[in-house]
């Protein structure tokens, strides 16, 4: 069974930085395009970043300039470096696999 498992979450000052992971237990973890979302509060569900197989990048433009996603695909693993970060990026930030996968989400609460 396939396992995706985010981490790095919590409570950062407006301005300061946090890196998430993400870990999913799938073959050929390369071949996937991989991709963070995030949820806040009585709001929908958004697309934060995503990176392909070959390493194209794709981002929203509330977070450009300021987040960067990257992959590590020897240790199956997609991080999201969140810098400068604003109340407004508070949201439960979800790890997705290919479209299909989903992990269990992890809280990020920029707060002063």
């Known amino acids: 069974q396939v396992q995706v498992v985010e981490s790095g979450g919590g409570l950062v000052q407006p301005g300061g930085s946090l890196r998430l992971s993400c870990a999913a237990s799938?073959?050929?973890?390369?071949?996937?395009?991989m991709a963070w979302y995030r949820q806040a509060p009585g709001k929908q569900r958004e697309l934060v970043a995503q990176?392909?197989?070959?390493?194209?990048?794709n981002y929203a433009d509330s977070v450009k300039g300021r987040f960067t996603i990257s992959r590590d695909n020897a240790k199956n693993t997609v991080y999201l470096q969140m810098n400068s970060l604003k109340r407004e990026d508070t949201a439960v930030y979800f790890c997705?696999?290919?479209?299909?996968?989903w992990g269990q989400g992890t809280q990020v609460t920029v707060s002063s």
């Open positions: 799938v073959l050929v973890f390369s071949r996937y395009s």
């Open positions: 997705n696999v290919a479209a299909m996968m």
């Open positions: 990176i392909t197989s070959g390493g194209s990048t």
